[in-house]
């Protein structure tokens, strides 16, 4: 079992930045992969960003390529997501989400264990 619980979320001008928070517990850490995915209203959940175990590699859709970094911290059992020059577009909840079993997923089937989600909305 692995918990997953998101912080950092706000309010942001456009042209700003958050970064996003996942603490994850449960399960070793270092055994499982880490993603980021975002909901906006209607529309359906979709991928942003995954990191392997270890954190070295990454792979980012790309819609936000050349914006956002993901990373984690083994020490503190936590995945981040640095979002730089935010849209208005940008403006959905997101989800951290932990796959046990393949990497690089980029679909909901791949991954095993989700957060509840951080809002982030991006004012113009």
């Known amino acids: 079992q692995v918990q997953l619980v998101e912080s950092g979320g706000g309010l942001v001008q456009a042209g700003g930045s958050l970064r996003l928070s996942c603490a994850a517990s449960g399960r070793t850490f270092n055994t499982y992969a880490m993603g980021w995915f975002r909901q906006a209203p209607g529309k359906e959940r979709e991928f942003v960003a995954t990191?392997?175990?270890?954190?070295?590699?990454?792979f980012y859709a790309e819609s936000m390529k050349g914006r956002i970094i993901i990373s984690r911290d083994g020490a503190k059992n936590t995945v981040y997501l640095q979002m730089n020059s935010l849209k208005p577009e940008d403006t959905a909840v997101y989800y951290c989400a932990a796959a046990l079993r393949l990497w690089p997923g980029v679909t909901l089937e791949n991954y095993d264990y989700w957060g509840q989600g951080t809002q982030v909305t991006v004012s113009s």
């Open positions: 990191i392997n175990r270890s954190g070295s590699s990454t």
